[in-house]
């Protein structure tokens, strides 16, 4: 059945602060101990001592080497079909934007045959002694997201604003027989954080700020991948799911990516653990833990949480598997050595890049040190066989021969594809519409506008093939369709005019404009900010509104976002506004609500409800739990064609927030929005769209600094000039930072020096650049540095730092190799720059 849509008083509290005081069928009441916070969860799985006595009897025959082998989970890019014969890796993961042959474009076959050598390896006892079958796990987050041609689902915000559990059961369905095509046993999925403050970067990854959304949906998500307990419980046709992240990472201070919640231990229950309440319940096999910390301690290392908590206060017997490299975050780990995690909880370390070897290694000598006691390996390796067992591998085929191994007519098939575009219909929040303008009339002269009018990547978001979304084309989503596609095809069947221009121009007045824009791709931390306000400084799309309004056109403005912004100032400039969130693949069922039938009727109403309150100032909603917090629009809200408008043109769009010029941060973990890396050499040029981009004179590929991927390695060869940098297909303007004595910041470290310049640039278009050589200002080998370079020596060299093309480029002929991370542009002006105009 559908959650209510009625939105109580004690509803709205809950999602505010928390649960408690709240009453009635699902509600969780006040506890007067804290032995009574955290409940055991029945899950309906029967005991089996006869699988139990089968597994004991199997760990009694391994060597401490095998039990430490299915403790370590490596990623695809960092080991071989022969390391998992030589060790048996109990898992193995593809993560975001990893590929077999690391090929973005790998079909179906591709993914299975690597699915099929690994699964050989692993029961090829003749270099390791054993014969457990591995299982691969993915991050099929939002459909089976790393595979070309897949269904791709709208992202977890969206379908919070369905409210249609019996609905998000049918998508976790259809993800699993897709993934059990390409061979794959094990998804990464349901997230089931509860955000507070919507300046996380993974806000979209959550459901809602409602506590209740998140249990119902996260028990419907495991029942669709994992079927019912009492039904077709890890059959043919299901994966293996993981609830994740354990726990409190929607609650972090300042919504910092990884950062600490400081929650008390009541809310820790009733706001951000309603998700496992409603997923082991409904028998979740394997839970993840969390990066972020919880009042100061990092959670892959709490044995109170892991242990004392989850596994015995609520009965958890599956097992807990780690995030990238999160075991190395604990004080006094690294990521090749930790037994801090072990002893805490944690089951399976995920230890993508080479760390995996010295880490399986340093656990053999800290269980025979005593370090690591050996009853809490056998515990961690029950736990694995238990899942595995009970998830049928040791009978099923190998996963070449299984029922829906390559059978590639269901990634993507039209009936998954319908269940996407009734979830893009249900998730549409209309928040404003002025005289009713929508719905449409087909047969208008319609002109569409806009960055996210006919950009599948752009509408689909993160974890879209390539981890942050990033570097994908329409060519790249076979049978799926941009917002433009529907319109256009609705339009041109009424026998209407369509004109389609980015920039909104047009040869005859249109009766209606809409204009698609929004948020570009981001994933976890990329997204992180410390300001809600829509193209802060920079607003664009703004001014191609109030172009469009001037004159005389109406505005529709469909709106694609992770996460809800302070737009009051496009609130205006529009007559009608819909939030689309990230609606996927199916871009073309936005058509469906927006116009009328050719008949006049409405084809479909607006369904979707606010499942996270829309803010009112740009610091966003991080005084959820506060009594006077006061959104511009509250949780649940949501218009209908029946609905007379409430938003008028008058809202404030003077922001609340100190006025401060804030960094410009062109790099951090990732490249950010608008910029792309590119490579030249010659006449060669290529964007890196992976992990590793090269040419003959110049590669560039990603490493771990402090996070997963944070910092790039950049080689150039010295045998013909060659560059890396920055661009954008528009230019920025960053005269506010040469007003305020602005510099351009770099960190950077010399991995290999060379007897030639290395020059740091900038350009603003052909024959309009700058550049400094910075080779003398560089220390000696393996120290990273800060380097700063005034904004007024571009000036002086002739940068028009109006129209910023390439905020920062490398160029050299001689065989340097450096490493950079973090570079911005910063207003905090340092007396002395590091590199002088001269």
């Not at 403050?197 to 959304?213: A, H, K, L, N, V």
């Not at 301690?297 to 990238?324: A, C, N, P, R």
């Not at 020059?759 to 400094?772: A, I, T």
């Not at 490398?810 to 570079?823: C, D, P, Q």
Request: glycine share 10%.
């Amino acid at each position: 059945m559908k959650l209510k849509k009625t939105f109580t008083l004690c509803s709205l509290m809950m999602a505010s602060v928390s649960m408690l005081g709240c009453t009635g069928q699902d509600k969780v009441t006040n506890v007067s101990t804290e032995q009574e916070i955290w409940p055991n969860i029945e899950t309906g799985i029967a005991a089996n001592p006869e699988m139990e006595a089968q597994i004991a009897k199997m760990l009694a025959n391994m060597t401490l080497e095998q039990k430490i082998a299915q403790m370590i989970q490596p990623e695809i890019r960092d080991i071989t079909v022969e390391d998992m014969r030589k060790y048996g890796f109990g898992s193995y993961l593809n993560g975001g934007g990893a590929f077999p042959n690391n090929d973005k474009h790998a079909s179906a076959a591709d993914w299975i045959d690597l699915a099929e050598k690994m699964y050989q390896a692993s029961i090829d006892d003749s270099l390791d002694g054993s014969s457990i079958p591995t299982m691969w796990g993915t991050d099929a987050v939002h459909g089976h997201n790393n595979v070309i041609g897949a269904t791709l689902f709208p992202h977890n915000i969206g379908l919070g604003a369905t409210n249609n559990p019996e609905l998000i059961e049918k998508i976790a369905a259809a993800t699993a027989q897709e993934v059990m095509v390409t061979g794959i046993d094990w998804v990464f999925a349901p997230t089931v954080a509860v955000v507070r403050d919507d300046r996380w970067g993974r806000t979209y990854e959550g459901y809602s700020e409602d506590p209740e959304i998140v249990k119902a949906y996260s028990a419907a998500i495991v029942k669709g991948l994992q079927g019912a307990v009492d039904d077709d419980f890890l059959s043919d046709k299901r994966v293996i799911s993981t609830v994740k992240h354990f726990l409190g990472d929607g609650g972090t201070e300042g919504g910092d990516d990884q950062g600490n919640n400081t929650a008390s231990e009541q809310e820790l229950f009733d706001i951000h653990a309603q998700g496992y309440v409603g997923g082991l319940g409904a028998g979740a096999q394997t839970v993840m833990a969390s990066f972020n910390s919880w009042n100061g301690e990092k959670i892959h290392g709490s044995k109170y949480l892991l242990t004392d908590v989850l596994k015995d206060k609520m009965g958890f017997d599956g097992f807990v598997v780690g995030d990238w490299n999160g075991h190395g975050q604990i004080p006094g780990c690294t990521n090749g050595n930790c037994a801090q995690a072990a002893n805490a909880g944690l089951d399976v370390y995920m230890v993508p890049t080479d760390a995996w070897k010295p880490l399986y290694e340093n656990l053999i000598k800290q269980v025979k040190s005593g370090e690591i006691a050996q009853s809490r390996i056998d515990d961690a390796v029950t736990r694995i066989l238990r899942v595995k067992m009970r998830a049928g591998l040791f009978d099923k085929p190998s996963p070449a021969k299984r029922p829906l191994s390559g059978k590639t007519e269901i990634i993507g098939s039209a009936e998954h594809r319908a269940v996407a575009k009734q979830a893009v219909r249900e998730s549409l929040v209309l928040l404003k519409n002025k005289q009713q303008l929508l719905p449409l009339s087909a047969n208008a002269n319609v002109l569409v506008a806009g960055q996210g009018a006919d950009n599948i990547g752009m509408q689909s978001g993160g974890w879209t093939i390539t981890w942050q979304g990033t570097g994908n084309e329409n060519s790249d989503f076979p049978g799926g369709s941009s917002i433009f596609d529907g319109i256009k095809n609705t339009v041109e069947q009424a026998g209407g005019q369509v004109q389609y221009n980015v920039n909104g121009e047009f040869e005859s007045k249109p009766d209606v404009a809409i204009v698609v824009f929004g948020e570009q791709p981001y994933a976890e931390g990329n997204g992180d900010l410390d300001n809600l306000e829509y193209q802060r400084g920079n607003k664009t799309d703004l001014a191609l509104l109030k172009k469009l309004k001037d004159a005389g056109i109406p505005v529709v403005s469909l709106f694609i976002s992770g996460r809800p912004m302070w737009v009051n100032a496009e609130l205006n400039a529009s007559d009608a506004f819909v939030a689309t969130w990230l609606p996927g693949s199916e871009g073309d069922a936005i058509s469906d609500v927006i116009f009328k039938k050719q008949d006049g009727s409405i084809n479909h109403d607006f369904k979707g409800k606010l499942s996270f309150s829309w803010p009112n100032n740009p610091v966003g909603n991080q005084n959820r739990g506060d009594k006077d917090y006061s959104p511009l629009l509250p949780y649940g809200f949501g218009l209908t064609y029946q609905d007379k408008n409430t938003l008028a043109d008058d809202l404030s769009e003077k922001s609340q927030v100190a006025a401060k010029l804030e960094d410009l941060v062109l790099f951090e973990r990732a490249v950010k929005a608008p910029w792309s890396l590119q490579l030249q050499s010659g006449s060669e040029q290529q964007a890196m769209t992976s992990s590793r981009a090269a040419l003959n004179a110049v590669s560039v590929k990603t490493f771990d600094k402090d996070v997963q991927e944070d910092a790039r390695a950049i080689s150039f060869n010295g045998k013909e000039a060659a560059s890396v940098r920055l661009m954008a297909a528009f230019p920025s303007d960053l005269r506010s930072y040469v007003e305020k004595a602005g510099q351009l910041q770099m960190q950077i470290k010399v991995d290999q020096a060379a007897d030639a310049p290395l020059m740091l640039g900038m350009q603003c278009g052909e024959n309009c650049d700058g550049q400094f050589d910075i080779s003398k200002q560089l220390k000696a080998a393996n120290d990273w540095q800060t380097l700063t370079v005034d904004l007024s020596c571009f000036a002086e060299q002739g940068v028009q730092l109006g129209q910023v093309f390439s905020p920062w480029q490398l160029a050299t002929e001689g065989a340097w190799h450096v490493s950079i991370a973090k570079l911005s542009v910063t207003s905090a002006h340092t007396e002395d720059a590091t590199v002088s105009c001269q």
